[in-house]
Each structure stands twice: as structure tokens, then as C-alpha cells.
């Protein structure tokens, strides 16, 4: 009978001291491996939890309100592949080759006749106006609901060319735990891409859990009419109305969002305004740029890559100057991340 | 004890009856009161249940999944006083004041000498060129930041000239009801408004309860810059972006939502466009126009009003005339609410 008291005794005294420890230490890695299974412990998991326990802990000097809670990720080369090509600008290849046989004149008219002979050295040069084209010829024209449906089925279809499988399933595994794991945290999670805002939002909450809502992107004008039923509807027009890219990032996220973010994850020069504007505001701040550093499961370029002078998800070596010189965590994906992708063995 | 028994039993057989009719009839007129205790029973308070009831009723045909509920509020005359004259221009002209001390050519330079002399009849011609030019001068030039305090600080101190209260109290009691309504009813509710988006956004949440994300409005673009510091800033610049009036409206949602609205709610010509836009989506519908029609408790314009020919919150007959062919549903402030205002005895 005294040895049970005993235990009891102990077992009250061990319990009082864990819930001390629990309150006064770091919580044990063991939380942080079970929220972000696919980081490899290491300083860009220890931004991340070190982070999300600074704004949320509310006793701290750096707890940020609830409603305040804003993360920014930029997608292509962030969320998801980018390589060879961004996927949007595959899609819109696709749809001048599917459009084709309604539109004669293409044969002969650049850029399209480039696209339908599939001569990739003149794509190669493609100028913005060329692109513009393209977009133009692929993008617009119809309703806001027609598009959205060419986008779902397209891109239920579509392969991407090296790991032949959905683009859907080319998200980055230890993005997605991010992703969950900033929304479990009360963080509200957003997507800033230079891509199209009408693309992105087509499967933005069926693969990253974010409501087209809180897609903020390139995004053309659209225009309101009338159908032949006297219902009103938008047809999507070229003119370009946001660029969210670079400057437009922040420009973007402000006309959208209206709130400074208080991180931001980006892994290119499109990203740079975004970053140094989250980081900005006052109080802890959290900015990653994630670096394209291994070709064996994924792709190399940027600083030390192989391909140090792409023009998808350019990281030139000022980047990672400024990363350094303003204190951004940079991701290796090689080092950082035990798998890249959900179908990765680990 | 045989009187209690039958007693029991007798009671058992009414709760039983009481729970059978529950599940099969409408519900009670006394629960809709309980949610809308300022709105008279009648046929605009039965629209708002009944549309509710038909959309989130999992069992019913019209039945609308949670991510598909958004409702869109206009604010001037919708939401809130629009009469002498819309709050922020109110503001601005406010602002004209203030600031003319710094700028001594304003004495002799229109539209500003107008203001300041407080010439009303020449300001009652103001043309869109010098409503520009007030608003230019007032609301742009500063970071995102300094505007925000600008108006937060006028907003606390101003008072409406007829009521003699802060703009903050001049909104419809029975409109707060019916964004509390919804939203417990799962919508997401937005303000989409002509006036400004930066400007609404700075009250939406403490007034409303409508988060700055989810206000839609008139907008300027930004220009990101650096401080002297280096840090990221973004300063309000003169460029119109959004013009969120008319068809900008349903643009205006789309943009920002991305999704059409389910329900939708105005007062002017202003709104025709996205309740039309609200209305062509397939499924339960909720068209709404709030009718000034009470001179004693707030004001009267629009048909049969007492200024048929305002500008400030137009409704023309032919609105009137659009809203019964398509079957919208028309506000009397007059009959459909039991109070106008919070501070209203009833």
C-alpha cells in the first residue's frame, strides 16, 4: 500500500514536471516530424516551427492575432513542378493544337504555325508578344465557365513530359505538410502567382486545400453581356489587368488581400517584392525561397545548378545575396526534403 | 396518479406530434423572428428564409454546398446611410479641408476653392473630373498604411449631419440581422461597393463583421516602392483599377471571388448588373433592393420617393421595372422594418 502511494507520488511529481517542461522548453522534434513528416530536421523546419510557435504562442512578444495570420506561396516552382515548361504555358500549346482545325490561317501565321509544326528552336525565342498571342488565342473569348471547364478536363488529361504522370500530382509533399500545417496553426493560406488567376483557381482546392478565393494572379479583364437568354454573363478579354509578378506580387496582394502577409515562400526573382514586402511588417516574419538543387529527383537550376540562367524560376546569384543579406531561409530540396513527392518512396 | 399518468402520456403524444411536425413543416414564423427580430413578417422576410431554407436543406433539390455560398452586399444606401451624400466623399471634401493649410494654391484652383468656400451650389455641379481631382489629391500619394489611419481617424470623429451620429452608427439594424442570418447559415458574405475598396475595408470587420478580404470595391492601383529604410512599401497611386460600379460589379466579383454569388443585394442602378449576375447562376436565387421610401426614419428617393431624380443612390422606374419582371424582391424600409437603426426605439 505504501510502495502504490509512492508510485502515485512519482508519477504526480513526473507529470508536474513534463507539463513544466512542456510549457517552458521547445516542443520535442518528435511534434514537429509528426506535422511536417517529409522535412529533414534541419535550420528550414526549424524556421518553419520556430515561426508558427512565435506568432501563435499567446504569452509572446510576437503573437500575432488570428485574423492577421496571412502566408503567401507563390505556386510554379514553390507548390509544384515548373520544368521543363510552366504548365499553364503547356496547356496553352495544347489548345492552339486542338484548335487548329478551326482555325485554318494558323498554318501560316507565327506564332501558331511554330506550336502546330512543334519546332521547339523557334519557341525557343518566343517574345512576350508571342506569347501574348498564344494566350490571347487560347484565353479569351468565352465565359468565365466555359474556360474553367477547358481547364478541368484539360488538365485532368495532360501528362507532364519526364514523370508521365497528372501535373496535379507534381505538388511538392513537404509544401502540402506546410501547407496544413500554417492552417492548423490558424494561418490563412494563400497562392500569388504569376500564372493565370483563372487557372490556378480551376483545381487550387482540390490539390493545395485553397478556395479560389484565395488564389491572387495574373489576371485579364473581364467584360460583362448579356447570353441570347438575357442572362448576364463575363467574357474573359486580353487586356490585362494584373500581372502578378514581381512588384505586381505585392500590388496583387494588396488589392486582393488587403493585409500584409506575415510569411511568404516563393522560389525565384518573381518573388523577390513579395518576400521583402512580408518581411516588412513588424513582429516575426517567416520568408523561404525554395532552391531547385537536385536533378536526381526533381530538377537543378539556380545558384550552383544546373541550369544557372533558366528563364522558368530564374535564382540568379543576386537572390541568393539578397536572401542572405536579408536574413531568408533558403529550402535545398536535396537536403531539406526527404521526399519531393507524395508518390516518393522515403 | 391515474389524472398524472394520463398527464405524461398526454404530453408524450404532444411532443411526439410536436417533433413529427417539426421535421415536415416549414418552421415556425417564431424562429425566423428570433433571427430577424427588426424585419416585419412579410413577403421580404419570407424571401430571405425561404431562399436560406431551399439552399441549405441538404435534402432538397436547391440544396447549395457550404463553399458555394457567397452573398454580395452592396454598402452606400444598402448597407448604411447613403444620403445627404455618400461618407466618403464626405470624407474627402473633409480631407480637402485639412490639408489645405499645406496647399495655399488651392485658394484659387478648381474644384478645391469651391470646397473650401464651402460654394454648395457649385459643388452640386462638380463634374467627374473634379471628383477625380479631390479624390486624387486626397487618397492617394501615402503608403496603403497612412491612408488606413487617415480614415480610421476621420471615421472615429465624424459625425452625419442629420442624425448627428458617426457614420458607424447609421447602418441598417435589420441589414446586420440579415449578414448574421446568413452567416450562420453557412454564406460567406462580401460588400461589393462603388466606393472605395481601401476606404470600406478600414471599418468592414468592427462594423460588419465582414473581414478586409472579403470587401470589393472601386480601386487605385499601388506602386511598390522602398522607404528609406529599405523596406517594402506600396503607395496609392491615381491609376484607376477597379471601377466597381454597374457591370464593374460582377467583374469586380469575379476578380476577387472568383465565384458567382448566390444572393445579392442593392439599392441602385448601380447594383442591376450583379443582382443580374447573381440571378443567371443556376439553382435557388436571392435578388434583393432596398427601397428608401421612409422619409421620417431615414430618407425617400427612388420611385415614388421624394427625390425621384437623385444621384446619390439612383432607382429609377425602370429599375423598378427590371426588378418585377425578373422577380427580385423590393425593401420597404417603411414596411419591411420594424426599426431602421440600432439606436431606434421600436
Chains 1, 2 share one sequence.
Not at 95 to 119: I, M, Y
Not at 134 to 143: D, E, F, K, R, S
Request: charge should be positive; hydrophobic fraction near 40%; charged fraction near 20%.
Amino acid at each position: 500500500m505504501l510502495i502504490m502511494i509512492q508510485r502515485k507520488k512519482w508519477s504526480l511529481v513526473i507529470g508536474l514536471l513534463a507539463a513544466a517542461l512542456a510549457t517552458t522548453l521547445p516542443l520535442p522534434s518528435k511534434t514537429a516530424s509528426d506535422v511536417l513528416p517529409s522535412w529533414n530536421d534541419g535550420p528550414a523546419k526549424q524556421a518553419i516551427v520556430q515561426f508558427v510557435r512565435a506568432t501563435t504562442g499567446k504569452a509572446g512578444p510576437t503573437y500575432v492575432p488570428p485574423e492577421q495570420r496571412i502566408a503567401t506561396f507563390d505556386q510554379d516552382g514553390t507548390l509544384w513542378v515548373e520544368h521543363p515548361m510552366y504548365t499553364q504555358l503547356m496547356f496553352a500549346l495544347d489548345r492552339v493544337v486542338a484548335l487548329a482545325p478551326k482555325r485554318p490561317e494558323w498554318k501560316n501565321t507565327e506564332p501558331f504555325r511554330s506550336v502546330l509544326t512543334g519546332d521547339k528552336t523557334a519557341m525557343a525565342k518566343f517574345t512576350t508578344e508571342d506569347l501574348e498571342k498564344i494566350v490571347g488565342a487560347t484565353h479569351t473569348g468565352m465565359t468565365v465557365e466555359a474556360f474553367q471547364a477547358i481547364v478541368k478536363d484539360w488538365i485532368a488529361k495532360a501528362r507532364q513530359p519526364r514523370f508521365k504522370r497528372p501535373y496535379t500530382e507534381l505538388v511538392y509533399q513537404p509544401m502540402l505538410e506546410l501547407l496544413s500545417y500554417l492552417r492548423a496553426a490558424g494561418y490563412k493560406t494563400y497562392i500569388v502567382t504569376g500564372g493565370g488567376q483563372d487557372f490556378v483557381r480551376t483545381y487550387s482546392q482540390q490539390v493545395y486545400g485553397i478556395p479560389p478565393e484565395q488564389v491572387v494572379g495574373s489576371a485579364g479583364a473581364t467584360e460583362y453581356t448579356y447570353d441570347q437568354n438575357g442572362n448576364g454573363v463575363l467574357i474573359k478579354t486580353p487586356k490585362l489587368l494584373l500581372n502578378d509578378n514581381l512588384s505586381g506580387k505585392p500590388e496583387g496582394i494588396h488589392l486582393i488581400i488587403g493585409k500584409r502577409p506575415c510569411a511568404a515562400f516563393g522560389n525565384s526573382t518573381g518573388d523577390r517584392q513579395m518576400l521583402e514586402y512580408a518581411q516588412a511588417g513588424s513582429g516575426a516574419r517567416l520568408m523561404m525561397l525554395v532552391h531547385h538543387d537536385d536533378p536526381k529527383r526533381e530538377y537543378a537550376y539556380g545558384p550552383a545548378g544546373g541550369l544557372a540562367d533558366t528563364k522558368v524560376g530564374a535564382f540568379p546569384d543576386s537572390l541568393m545575396t539578397e536572401a542572405k543579406t536579408r536574413g531568408w531561409t533558403v529550402i535545398s530540396m536535396k537536403n531539406d526534403w526527404k521526399r519531393i513527392f507524395a508518390f516518393d518512396r522515403h
